[in-house]
């Protein structure tokens, strides 16, 4: 494991290579400056709750982004009081640091919190965020080489993916629940959302072509499939359910097309147009709850 010069993050160096990588890697390779226009100054990028559509006042992608964040946090927190304050929490996909931020003041007492990610443009923008603490790591590291993290005789109490599922080739997301399941204290949580698919859906649909897949969505995959791996890797399912609802999930990727009609009325990057270009579509499906997002709380079985 190397240390980069300059970002504050480490490079864990895996045995497995995988193809798609460099295509997640492309995905995220506009600045950030670009994506807030799209996402919100915050750049969350994992669907959003809006509340009521009567509410008296609007509500921003920057809030509705927190509010799905909070809420799944108090799933997790309402399953039981014997889930100890977490010592060690890992962000699988951390993008450009949102939730690892909101979990470093959640949780002030936690002395560590990990972040991995794929791309180093996200993580020298989340490692400038997270200046002036100690207690946030940063690594460049595929999901497949979650075994490689140091430190493995201090195991994770609490592990967040919001929205980095979607990405993994289906070995990738299976050697990664795996290495989790080794890396956590039994009774640990895991803490999921996803954008999964109806059995039906996935029967009817071809997988994008690599060469218009601009935002390495690719691997599509059902709730069975995520939550059975889970369980067949050491987890339990505690709880899930869709959230956000599906006209809140669909309002939100419409909103993203509207900033990006926007600000980039003409031609942009390949990974925005992929959004302006499947908006609507998407939003269809998740009225139709052919496609769906879904919060799952999962815990570490003893061993």
Request: aromatic share 6%; net charge negative; with cysteine.
């Amino acid at each position: 494991m190397n240390r980069v010069d300059g970002p504050a993050y480490e490079v864990v160096t895996g045995r497995r290579t995988d193809s798609f990588r460099e295509q997640v890697v492309r995905a995220y390779q506009d600045a950030p400056g670009d994506w807030q226009k799209v996402l919100g100054e915050q750049l969350h990028f994992q669907w959003g709750v809006f509340g009521h559509p009567d509410s008296p006042r609007p509500v921003s992608l920057d809030e509705a982004g927190l509010r799905h964040l909070r809420l799944q946090l108090a799933v997790a927190a309402g399953l039981g009081p014997h889930h100890p304050t977490p010592r060690r929490i890992l962000d699988v996909g951390c993008g450009w640091g949102a939730t690892l931020r909101h979990l470093a003041d959640v949780f002030p007492d936690c002395p560590r919190l990990d972040g991995i990610n794929i791309s180093a443009e996200q993580l020298t923008y989340c490692a400038g965020r997270a200046a002036g603490t100690d207690r946030i790591h940063l690594y460049l590291c595929d999901a497949a080489d979650i075994a490689e993290l140091p430190d493995s005789g201090q195991p994770y109490d609490l592990v967040t993916a919001r929205g980095a599922i979607t990405h993994f080739p289906p070995q990738v997301y299976e050697t990664a629940v795996g290495a989790l399941a080794q890396r956590m204290r039994p009774g640990g949580l895991f803490v999921i959302s996803e954008t999964l698919y109806s059995e039906r859906f996935l029967t009817a649909e071809p997988q994008l072509p690599p060469d218009t897949d601009h935002l390495a969505l690719g691997h599509r995959k059902s709730l069975r499939y995520v939550t059975g791996v889970l369980r067949d890797s050491g987890f339990r399912v505690l709880d899930e359910r869709m959230l956000p609802s599906p006209e809140d999930a669909a309002r939100w990727v419409l909103e993203l097309k509207s900033n990006i009609d926007a600000h980039f009325p003409q031609e942009t990057s390949p990974p925005l147009e992929a959004i302006r270009s499947m908006a609507t579509e998407l939003a269809v499906a998740l009225l139709r709850q052919e496609a769906s997002v879904h919060s799952i709380v999962a815990e570490r079985r003893d061993a």
